[in-house]
């Protein structure tokens, strides 16, 4: 794990810049087919003049070459966290599934720092713990259930009461999880993978690392910003200087 | 409540189709562009060159003509079946948020049929009865636990040491509410608009009216097959017979 | 023709803003299942509140609410202007085809105000005159050439050489006409069916009235603009009044 | 030039599959997050298990993960095979601009193949001839007025009339291209980038490889799926599978 494009967040979170495909050259050049013939190698090859045409077209909203580059992350997260994640539709997603597996036996527990707005603390640690237990006591109910439904599944099999299917596909079992999953919290992890290009991707940081977005979504906006920062420099730099042009404006409306 | 046009879903789920937007005429319409000045002017001048004509353009996947037909549905289900049905993009959300409001307090318990697979009983009531049990407890958790953080910023205000906000703005009462979400299971009802074209629609009845999707979401997707088939019978019509025609293959595949 | 909702534009170009769906009202209900169940029954029933959510809304790109109110335009418009046109992804468009029809014989013919710029005659009255006998040119060639082709088309079937076909997908018809084409000015009018969201008609309306969008499709743009706040006064002044905000972080910028 | 993935099309055209991203090992791993932690490294490591998924996930249309593998096209085609290709939107485009620089001076001449329906010649080539001749004094008409023009301009500019603004953005010269433009016929050559995954591209190869698109589209949907075969042979041959499987449905219809 490489720890420039890996991070840990939560308790049990997860975010990975996997990969990315293309760069600033690729925005250039692609951009520059309505004018000119003349391409850059590579981000090597920047002088001025291409860091200045970078800005103007994300500044005045010359979107289309700026959907030439894509990223893939990989994020474990919670559900809520999730929820308001993939209403985000300009993009793709592949997510583990509860309805194919059993649930990651993890949840999201709120530190100090989340816990705190301002200095006053919104829940207690004692709250905290009455939750976990709950959320445990759920975990347990899941487990156990499970587990009688399967010997039961198995014990009509032998009784030839209900056809022996194999693997994960069993239908017994597969609608067991998926009547279990009932009582998952959406505090339960999940995983995915999350494929963007970055015109999309800025839309999501603009949305989602702002103050009024869930501190817990901000986290992970905000690490994905770190590592596409770090990959991609002089684009992070030009989308802080164009997000920072439109913040202004924000405050005087 | 039009009977025609609302159904009750499971124990608390509820779907309406509120309203829609253009009709057979409309997608003839404007696909006859292409071809001819003739217009219909309402379905009701249809003859049967309009109904092959129709019949053509759906088989023949010119989808455009298709995409000017619009509906607007309101759904309360819950959060994993609105978590399925929230992966279709090329639509528009606006849900209900427990951000901004407490949550719904009511959550899904699958009855006798939901819970039988094939004559096999995969949940028991006694099971079932459990979970009910816990998932109260979740609740009264949720309830408790915000009516004292309450109680705590009321009086942090009344001491001076937050500032007081009204509404459902306020931030330590907004935290609240994020921070005990996330002992809510999944099985809770949520609440939302939906508007989507019939191109899209029909892709949402393909994937989610087949045996392979799960049996909650399947009966919203009935549900909604069947007001749209009221409110457009001959495009219902059309697009059985074209559904038709493609699960042939998909049998042979 | 409503006079309100029709405009003709150049020499021959022609906009209808046939139908909407949806209003300001469709807007404050979806947007408010967030955080209430209060619903406005109409536009009328408008007070203070409605208004500044609505801008609040729009402001801070909430912008899903906005994809809940629809419009269906007719547009008469050259090949150039509908190639900037249709580069707008999130909407619908269904065209006249010069496959199954021959083309319309007008094309786009700038006037005195097209032709000039802060005073200065870009082209003369001549110009054009010798532009207009070139592409009447064109339009004679496409005629004599099909008109042979046709007359060859029908002796090749007497002679029992070709198959005969009746209607409009004659094959040999059909290619003359995909082969004449080619002569075809970009100038040529072409007709369209566009189906299109608010939030994507503003972006539409921020891309296209701007002074950097051509002239000609400004005017479209503009003439659609204008009808669009004929028909929903309330959103057009609440979107005014946001693109103004925004402006002016553009100037400082 | 790599002769696999670039390709000379009809007089002046060009296809080249300058990149792509991601490969049928993404797939497959992005997919399995459903259902299994199990990845594999590359193609290499694939068994007949992952094959047969593949295969699976593309005939149930569990279109997402298929959303992960991206191409990149450079294109130089004729301006009415764009205006076909360009209504594609889930997809990218960068084109050349006619309003930033002067029309490239090729056209679209039909061949011999081009001109003949089933063994009848549809088009003669003494017409292709006259065709040519107009195309040409429409060349020569866009430059001698050009050339005029910007005498003109200097001219103004010299003597004080109109203010002195250098590079491709001089508003007399840029509306002087707008305004010839109009000349130019639908078959004069444009160039583009087209950035698209392959779920997009399949629905892209499906349409436009089909008898019933146009010859000269088909030319390069055909041209792009040979390349596209030869860069991932093994999601090539499934997705030809699929769509004969889907095929076989078509003639039944
Ligand atoms: C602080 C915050 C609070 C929120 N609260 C709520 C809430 O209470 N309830 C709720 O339902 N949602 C809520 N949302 C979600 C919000 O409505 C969007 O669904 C989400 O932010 C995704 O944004 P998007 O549509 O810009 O992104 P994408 O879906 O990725 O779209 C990217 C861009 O593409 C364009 N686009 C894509 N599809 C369409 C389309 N169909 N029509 C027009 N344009 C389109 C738009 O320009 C858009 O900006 C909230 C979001 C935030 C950030
Ligand atoms: C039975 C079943 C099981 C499933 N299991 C899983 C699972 O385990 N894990 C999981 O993550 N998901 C799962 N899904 C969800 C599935 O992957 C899709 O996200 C969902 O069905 C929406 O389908 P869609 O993409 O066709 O719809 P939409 O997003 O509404 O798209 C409509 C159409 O537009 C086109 N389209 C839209 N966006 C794009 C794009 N970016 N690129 C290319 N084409 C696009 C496609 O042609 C698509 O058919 C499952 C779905 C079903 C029905
Ligand atoms: C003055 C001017 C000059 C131009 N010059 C050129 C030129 O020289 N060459 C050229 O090729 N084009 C040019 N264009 C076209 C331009 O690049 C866009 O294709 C066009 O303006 C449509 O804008 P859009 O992408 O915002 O709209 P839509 O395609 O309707 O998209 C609406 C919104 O949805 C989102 N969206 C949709 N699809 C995607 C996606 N795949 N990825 C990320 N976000 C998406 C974006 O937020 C977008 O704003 C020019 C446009 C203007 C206004
Ligand atoms: C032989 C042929 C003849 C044609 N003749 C004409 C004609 O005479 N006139 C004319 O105007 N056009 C014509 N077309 C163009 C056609 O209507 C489509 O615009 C074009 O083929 C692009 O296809 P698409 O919409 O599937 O692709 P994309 O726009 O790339 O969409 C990909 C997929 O995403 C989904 N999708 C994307 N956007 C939406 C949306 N807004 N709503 C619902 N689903 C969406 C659909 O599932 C779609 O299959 C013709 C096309 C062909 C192949």
Redesign the pocket.
């Known amino acids: 794990l490489n720890p420039d494009y890996t991070k840990r967040i939560g308790n049990f979170g997860f975010l990975e810049l996997e990969e990315s495909w293309g760069d600033e050259a690729t925005i250039i050049n692609t951009?520059r087919?309505?004018?000119t013939n003349k391409r850059v190698n590579s981000l090597d090859a920047f002088t001025d003049k291409e860091r200045t045409l970078l800005h103007y077209l994300l500044a005045h909203?010359?979107?289309?070459?700026?959907?030439t580059v894509h990223f893939r992350f990989r994020v474990v997260a919670p559900i809520f966290v999730l929820r308001q994640w993939m209403r985000h539709r300009?993009c793709s997603f592949n997510e583990f599934s509860q309805r194919y597996r059993m649930p990651i036996t993890a949840f999201y527990v709120p530190d100090q720092e989340a816990r705190t707005v301002d200095g006053f603390e919104v829940l207690s640690q004692e709250s905290v713990e009455r939750y976990c237990e709950l959320v445990e006591s759920m975990h347990r109910f899941y487990h156990d259930e499970y587990q009688q439904v399967c010997t039961r599944i198995e014990a009509a099999e032998q009784a030839g009461l209900v056809e022996k299917t194999a693997g994960s596909r069993n239908p017994y079992r597969a609608r067991a999880r998926e009547l279990l999953r009932n009582a998952m919290p959406v505090s339960t992890y999940s995983d995915l993978y999350w494929t963007i290009?970055f015109?999309?991707l800025m839309?999501f940081f603009e949305l989602r690392r702002k103050a009024n977005a869930q501190y817990e979504i901000r986290a992970y906006a905000d690490a994905a910003y770190e590592m596409f920062c770090k990959k991609m420099p002089l684009l992070g730099e030009t989308m802080n200087r164009v997000l920072e042009e439109r913040a202004k404006m924000g405050e005087q409306a």
């Not at 909203?61 to 959907?67: A, K, L, Y």
Request: charged letters at 10%; aromatic letters at 6%; proline letters at 6%.
């Open positions: 951009a087919i309505s004018t909203n010359h979107g289309t070459p700026f959907e300009i290009n015109r999309a839309n």
